[in-house]
């Protein structure tokens, strides 16, 4: 992907600007996954939780602004019209963004964790 012209030079360092935003934004539970041995759909998978509607819609605006910022322009917002849960496609990462109560009910990462190894950015240590 021509994606890395703005000083990212891959997936990992894409990664790091999207857990630092997040972060950065009071995002919850913020967890990684790798999917680079799994599917062709993106290198990375991240799952965070806002507080409220209207912050999963901050946290999805603010991340797709930033990486913008970065140069990139093919960032694609899905959900934001009720935001229980919005996906950020960045290409190599693909963000997903709930409401707890949504983000339970369909446990994600749950699905992915069987293969993957699921990285819980906010304790820096495997899950």
Not at 32 to 46: E, G, H, S, V
Not at 82 to 99: E, K, P, S, T, Y
Not at 115 to 119: D, P, T
């Given at each position: 992907m021509d994606t890395y012209k703005t000083g990212l030079e891959s997936p990992e360092q894409l990664k790091a600007v999207i857990e630092q935003s997040l972060d950065s934004d009071k995002a919850v539970d913020i967890k990684?996954?790798?999917?680079?041995?799994?599917?062709?759909?993106?290198?990375?998978?991240?799952v965070a939780s806002g507080s409220s509607s209207r912050q999963v819609a901050a946290l999805a605006e603010k991340l797709q602004a930033r990486l913008k910022a970065l140069g990139l322009s093919d960032i694609r917002?899905?959900?934001?019209?009720?935001?229980?849960?919005?996906?950020?496609?960045?290409?190599?990462?693909?963000?997903?963004?709930?409401?707890?109560?949504?983000?339970?009910?369909?446990n994600i990462e749950k699905m992915w964790q069987a293969?993957?190894?699921?990285?819980d950015v906010t304790a820096g240590a495997p899950a």
């Open positions: 990684t996954i790798d999917l680079k041995d799994q599917t062709a759909i993106a290198d990375y998978m991240i917002i899905e959900g934001k019209d009720q935001c229980n849960w919005v996906i950020v496609d960045a290409g190599d990462i693909v963000v997903h963004l709930f409401r707890p109560e949504v983000r339970e009910f369909y293969h993957a190894q699921l990285q």
